[in-house]
């Protein structure tokens, strides 16, 4: 018996191993075709990287007419760099890098450059920049005022032509200048407005600096070295009162 049972697990060791049947290995090898096939399709049918859209240029308008203007407006002395721009095409299309190697230093110049660029592209002008009469650089501002009941009346300011008044306009044109009100009877006040005498007219002009962002100063070393330059300042102090009294 048990030389039997030996020779029966000796037979199983010493058989060759059983084929995969065939239908196993036929699906195996049509699952790798075809997941090769769809691989190659979807690589072909991927489409390439659109290209980068060109910067949007936008117009000049009548209180920002050319680049001398622009970066006179926009202050910290860009004006200066105004011959490096040879078109407004140009200083609405340049990269950081371009920039830089313009000479544009320090980085932050040119950060503050770019974000205007953009603000002005978006429409988001500084005082003035909505008006549409300007004769050279200067902007006339006029009062108006409509009666809708005995309780109500409406005023605000509208810009006109030179040497026009608000009646001349049509009443689409009559359209209301932003960031300009009226104080007391008839007043207008507003950033670098000059009022007239008279009453109801003022002017506004291009001058250097009027949309600038103005930068911080800092406080005690600013935030960083703040709580040193106090400690510094309060041991110095100590001792000056120190030596007043005699004690050094």
Do not use: C
């Amino acid at each position: 018996m048990n030389s039997l049972r030996l020779h029966s697990a000796f037979g199983l060791l010493l058989r060759p191993a059983a084929a995969a049947p065939v239908g196993v290995s036929t699906s195996v090898q049509g699952l790798r075709a075809f997941s090769s096939t769809t691989s190659s399709r979807s690589a072909e049918a991927s489409p390439s990287p659109a290209p980068k859209p060109k910067a949007w240029i936008p117009n000049p308008t009548p209180f920002v007419p050319n680049v001398q203007t622009f970066l006179s407006l926009i202050g910290r002395d860009l004006k200066s760099h105004a011959s490096k721009f040879p078109s407004w095409e140009s200083l609405f299309s340049l990269s950081s890098e371009q920039l830089k190697e313009l000479g544009l230093e320090p980085p932050r110049t040119r950060r503050y450059l770019l974000r205007w660029r953009d603000r002005f592209a978006r429409g988001e002008y500084g005082i003035g920049g909505d008006l549409k009469y300007v004769k050279d650089g200067k902007a006339i501002l006029k009062l108006v005022e409509k009666v809708k009941s005995p309780e109500l009346r409406l005023r605000y300011v509208v810009n006109v032509p030179e040497g026009k008044e608000v009646e001349d306009l049509p009443l689409s044109q009559q359209v209301k200048a932003k960031g300009f009100k009226v104080r007391g009877i008839d007043k207008i006040t507003g950033p670098h407005v000059l009022p007239l005498k008279g009453g109801g007219t003022a002017v506004i002009k291009v001058s250097e600096g009027m949309w600038e962002h103005k930068r911080g100063h800092k406080v005690d070393g600013g935030e960083r070295r703040r709580a040193e330059v106090r400690f510094k300042r309060g041991v110095a102090e100590r001792k000056a009162r120190r030596e007043a009294q005699g004690l050094y």
